[in-house]
C-alpha cells in the first residue's frame, strides 16, 4: 500500500465521517425539534441525500486551504460527474405521468395474468418484473419507478412498518441485481464492460439468469411474507390510471422518446442533458397532462452521488490494494462487504484499472458488487432515488439505515446463494 498524502488521508477521514453521519440523520432531525432556533440547517444536515455533498464541501475547503486553488480546481475538473447527471435527467423524465402510465398499465396487466389475490401479484410485479426491466431502460429509471408506484399502491395505506423496511430492502437488492442482464444498465458494469468486451450474452450467461432466479425468490418471500397484510388491502389503480388523468397516446410516445433517448446517450452528458431541457420544454407546452417534476427529489440524488463522486476520488490508495490482495472467491465477499460504505460503481471501477486480471476475478468483483448493493443508501446509485421518492411513507420522514440494513440482509443472501451456487 502507497503511503497516503496528507490530503488523501483527510479525504478517507471525511469520507468516514459521511459515512457515519448517513447512520445518524435522526439525531440531526432531534436536534431540530429541540433547537428551533437553527431548525434549518439541522433538518438539511438531517437529509441523507445532502449528507456526501455536505461533507465534500468540506474536504474542497481544506483542498483550497493546503494545496491550493489551482490544484484544487484542477481535482474537480478531472471528477467524472456523467453518473450524477444522468440519474437526474433519468429520475425526471420517469417520474413523469405518461412514463407512469405505461409502467402502471404494463404492471396491472402482468399482475392480472398471475393466479393471485390482486394486491399480492401487484407486490410481487413490483418487486419483481420493474427491477428486471431496469436491464432494458437502466436500475436509476426502474428504481424511480418501483418506487412511485409502491408509494402510490402500497405505502399510502395502512401497512406495517416492517412490511415498508422489508419491501425497501427487498426493492434496493433487486433493483441492484436486476440490472445485470445488459451490459449499460447497471452502473457497476458500465464501469467495466467496455474495457473487459462483455456483451449482452456475456452479462445473461454469467450474471443474468442467475440474477433473475435472485429476484423472484426475493419478490416471492416477501409477497409470501406478508400475505395476509396484502389481501386486507383493497385494490385501488395507481393515480396515474385514473380516468380523469389518462394521457393521450401521442403524448406518451414522445415521453418514451425521449427516455430511450437519454438512455441510448447515458454516456455522453451534453446529448442527454440537452435532450432533457427539450423535455422540460415538451412538458411545459403540454402541461395539463403532466404532474409537478420531481426536479427537487431529482437534484437531491444528484447532489448526493456528486458528492460521493468527490470523496470517492480520493479513496483509492487504500480501496485498491485491499481488492487485489484477495482471490476470486474472497473478492466476491470482500466486494459485497466493502459495497455497503462506498460506491459498488467504484469498486469496480478500480478492478478495471488493473491489467491481467483472471476472468474468474473479473466476475466474482462484479458479482460481489452488485450483490451488496441494496445493503446501504451509497451502496449503489439509484438508491438515493428511492430513498428521496419513499422516505415520506416513513416514521420522521426518513429511512433509517440500520433499518435498511437489517431488511436488505436477507434478499442479499439469496443474491450470494444465487451467485456462488447456481
Known amino acids: 500500500m502507497t503511503e497516503p498524502t496528507p490530503i488523501q488521508l483527510i479525504g478517507t477521514v471525511l469520507f468516514a465521517l459521511a459515512v457515519l453521519h448517513t447512520f445518524s440523520t435522526k439525531f440531526f432531525e432531534r436536534l431540530a425539534h429541540t433547537q428551533p432556533r437553527h431548525a434549518g440547517i439541522w433538518h438539511l444536515l438531517g437529509e441523507v441525500e445532502v449528507v456526501f455533498g455536505f461533507w ?8 483550497f486551504a493546503m494545496i491550493g486553488k489551482t490544484e484544487a480546481t484542477q481535482y474537480l475538473d478531472t471528477r467524472n460527474f456523467t453518473e450524477p447527471m444522468f440519474v437526474f435527467a433519468i429520475m425526471v423524465i420517469a417520474g413523469t405521468r405518461p412514463i407512469l402510465q405505461v409502467a402502471a398499465w404494463l404492471v396491472q396487466l402482468v399482475a392480472r395474468l398471475l393466479p393471485l389475490h390482486r394486491q399480492m401479484a401487484l407486490y410481487f410485479v413490483l418487486l419483481s418484473l420493474v427491477p428486471l426491466l431496469g436491464s432494458l431502460i437502466t436500475e436509476p429509471a426502474a428504481m424511480t419507478l418501483a418506487a412511485l408506484m409502491l408509494r402510490d399502491t402500497i405505502f399510502s395505506r395502512n401497512v406495517s412498518t416492517r412490511l415498508k423496511y422489508s419491501t425497501v430492502g427487498v426493492l434496493f437488492v433487486n433493483i441492484s441485481i436486476g440490472g445485470t442482464l445488459t451490459p449499460f444498465a447497471a452502473p457497476p458494469v458500465l464501469m467495466v464492460a467496455t474495457q473487459w468486451n462483455w456483451d449482452v450474452w456475456f452479462m445473461i450467461s454469467h450474471f443474468g439468469w442467475k440474477a433473475a432466479m435472485a429476484v423472484l425468490i426475493n419478490a416471492s418471500i416477501a409477497m409470501l411474507l406478508f400475505s395476509r397484510e396484502l389481501r386486507g388491502l383493497t385494490p385501488q389503480k395507481p393515480e396515474s390510471m385514473a380516468a380523469d388523468g389518462m394521457v393521450p397516446w401521442q403524448v406518451v410516445l414522445v415521453h418514451l422518446l425521449f427516455l430511450l433517448g437519454v438512455v441510448a446517450f447515458g454516456h455522453h452528458p451534453a446529448v442527454f442533458m440537452g435532450l432533457l431541457l427539450f423535455f422540460l420544454g415538451f412538458t411545459t407546452a403540454y402541461q395539463r397532462y403532466q404532474d409537478p417534476l420531481i426536479l427537487r427529489e431529482s437534484l437531491l440524488v444528484a447532489f448526493f452521488l456528486a458528492g ?37 460503481a467504484a469498486l469496480t471501477y478500480l478492478g478495471s484499472l488493473v491489467e491481467g486480471l483472471s476472468q474468474e476475478f473479473k466476475v466474482a468483483l462484479v458479482a460481489g458488487a452488485v450483490t451488496g448493493g441494496g445493503l446501504t443508501v451509497i451502496a449503489n446509485a439509484p438508491n438515493p432515488a428511492g430513498v428521496s421518492i419513499l422516505r415520506g411513507s416513513f416514521e420522521h420522514n426518513a429511512i433509517h439505515p440500520l433499518g435498511l440494513l437489517l431488511a436488505a440482509l436477507p434478499p442479499t443472501l439469496v443474491a450470494i446463494l444465487a451467485f456462488r451456487v447456481l
Do not use: H, R
Not at 465534500?56 to 483542498?63: H, Q, S
Not at 480520493?314 to 460504505?341: E, H, N, R, S, Y
Open 308 to 344: 460521493l463522486v468527490v470523496l470517492g476520488g480520493l479513496q483509492q490508495w487504500w480501496l485498491k490494494p485491499v481488492l487485489m490482495g484477495m482471490d476470486a472467491t474472497t473478492v466476491f465477499f470482500g466486494a459485497t462487504a466493502l459495497t455497503a460504505i462506498t460506491d459498488n
Open 56 to 63: 465534500a464541501m468540506v474536504l474542497m475547503v481544506f483542498m
